[in-house]
Every structure is written in C-alpha cells, then in structure tokens.
C-alpha cells in the first residue's frame, strides 16, 4: 500500500512539476529583438527601456538561480532509489515559490516597460509577438527506469 502511495504522489508531482516547467503566457524578451526597430521607440523610449531592464537584471538573475537550484533539488530527491516523500513534496514547494518569484519578477518588469510604450507601439507589439505554442500535454508514464526529470 505505502508503495502504491508513493507512486501515485511521485506520478502526480511529476505532472505537476512539467507543467511548471512552462514559460507564463505571454511573456517574451521583445525589448532584445529586432521587433524593437519596428516599433518605432523614440530615443528617450530606449534610453528607459534599458534602464528597466537593468534594473530587473540582477533580480531575473537570482530567481533564476534560485529556480534553476529548486529543480536539481527536485530532480536529486526524485532519483534517490529510497524516495523520501516528504522530503521531495518540501523540494517541489520550493521549486513552486521560486518560480511564482520568477514570474512576478518577470511580470513587474514587463508592466513597467509596457507603461513605456503608446497604444499603437503596444498594438503593433501585439501584432509581432511570436504565436504561443500550444502547452505539453502530461505523458502517461510508461514502464521502464524512471525518467531524469528537467
């Protein structure tokens, strides 16, 4: 019984965590692409631009390492041949807040750079942003040695 328990918990924490591996919607580096030409920014537009982005730079860089630690963790307690349940559900918590840091991080910084831009910038922003594609499906596990996660 306490096998199958652990295998149910290892299988839905493994689901859970793949589908955290996903970029947030809607959110791309525009301000480190050609598309900025495009949009017509004015001088003083790219002056403020990168002092956002700068501003943001060390902090994107520390939850990132911070995420980037969470998923080794994970990933470390995961492929113990003894898996500590509680143990690994304190890891994916871990994994789960510095991603949510990430992303707010990420998301106060678009917000300020989107403050930076007219409707039709935004607009026309909108327009050239690459398409999404489409989120990953969880896989069925199949039988076999246990996949290295991340």
């Not at 959110?27 to 501003?55: A, C, G, H, K, Y």
């Not at 989107?114 to 398409?131: G, M, N």
């Amino acid at each position: 019984m306490t096998t199958m328990f652990r295998s149910l918990s290892l299988m839905l924490t493994l689901a859970a965590v793949s589908l955290l591996a996903q970029p947030p919607r809607g959110f791309f580096p525009w301000w480190d692409s050609p598309m900025v030409r495009d949009i017509n920014l004015t001088e003083d537009q790219r002056r403020q631009v990168q002092e956002v982005v700068r501003e943001y730079r060390g902090k994107l860089i520390d939850t990132r390492a911070a995420v980037e630690k969470a998923e080794g963790d994970v990933d470390d307690l995961f492929n113990e041949d003894q898996l500590d349940v509680r143990r690994a559900g304190d890891a994916v918590d871990r994994l789960v807040a510095s991603r949510g840091e990430m992303t707010r991080a990420f998301a106060q910084m678009s917000l300020k750079l989107r403050t930076l831009l007219t409707p039709e910038q935004w607009r026309e922003l909108r327009r050239r942003q690459p398409q999404e594609q489409p989120r990953a499906q969880p896989q069925q596990r199949q039988q076999g040695p246990r996949p290295r996660m991340m």
